[in-house]
């Protein structure tokens, strides 16, 4: 099984802040990994397919890189609407969701 | 518009069945691969299982592998997930949520259902 390490599993920032998540691949899995964001209470949503596709309609302060097993998801200036929960998923071996990484405004 | 409503959720007792069903609509279901994911209470997402356009082809976490059984009936552009041997374990959301692409069975999934809540108690 792949397991997915995201870190960090929360943290805060100020409206503005640049913020980067990252989420590590126990193996190999090229570049299928996604990212979804979850708000309080709702259905997640995807934001970042194969790594660094943004999904139509996502705002382009969103952004996503890397391959192999080393991964990193981007805010470029953090808004209020962007509170939310976000996870990291692979697809080389079934599913696998990293653990979240819950994003608070300071 | 696409729509994935979820039902059949609710409270079960241990060991017991539950069938959960998630009606699509907005887009040619029969094209494209559906998943189920779930959120037990204050935790992160597990993906459970997954299921070709076609049917021919399902897939399934360890976790549940032997109790769950995932299926579709395209003549009405609806997905299920038939639950036995239910466990406390199981107590989660569970979400129905569409492939993104046509492409492949398991890659990213877009949109998701709002999720029905299984509780396994006594």
């Known amino acids: 099984d792949i397991q997915m390490t995201q870190s960090p599993s929360s943290l805060s920032a100020s409206v503005g802040d640049r913020v980067t998540i990252t989420c590590q691949a126990s193996q190999d899995i090229s570049n299928y990994l996604n990212w979804y964001q979850q708000k309080p209470g709702k259905a997640p949503k995807l934001l970042i397919y194969?790594?660094?596709n943004l999904e139509t309609g996502v705002p382009s302060r969103f952004s996503g890189s890397g391959s192999g097993t080393d991964f990193t998801f981007t805010i470029s200036s953090l808004q209020p609407e962007d509170i939310a929960t976000y996870y990291c998923q692979q697809y080389d071996n079934l599913l696998t969701f990293g653990q979240g990484t819950k994003v608070e405004v300071k | 518009e696409v729509q994935l409503l979820e039902s059949g959720g609710g409270l079960v007792q241990p060991g017991g069945s539950l069938r959960l069903s998630c009606a699509s609509s907005g887009f040619t279901f029969s094209s494209y691969a559906m998943s189920w994911v779930r959120q037990a209470p204050g935790k992160g997402l597990e993906w459970v299982s997954a299921i070709s356009g076609s049917g021919d082809s399902t897939y399934y976490a360890d976790s549940v592998k032997g109790r769950f059984t995932i299926s579709r009936d395209n003549s009405k552009n609806t997905l299920y997930l038939q639950m036995n041997s239910l466990r406390a374990e199981d107590t989660a959301v569970y979400y129905c949520?569409?492939?993104?692409?046509?492409?492949?069975?398991?890659?990213?999934?877009?949109?998701w259902g709002q999720g029905t809540l299984v509780t396994v108690s006594s």
């Open positions: 194969d790594a660094s």
């Open positions: 949520a569409k492939a993104g692409t046509t492409v492949v069975n398991l890659g990213w999934f877009d949109p």
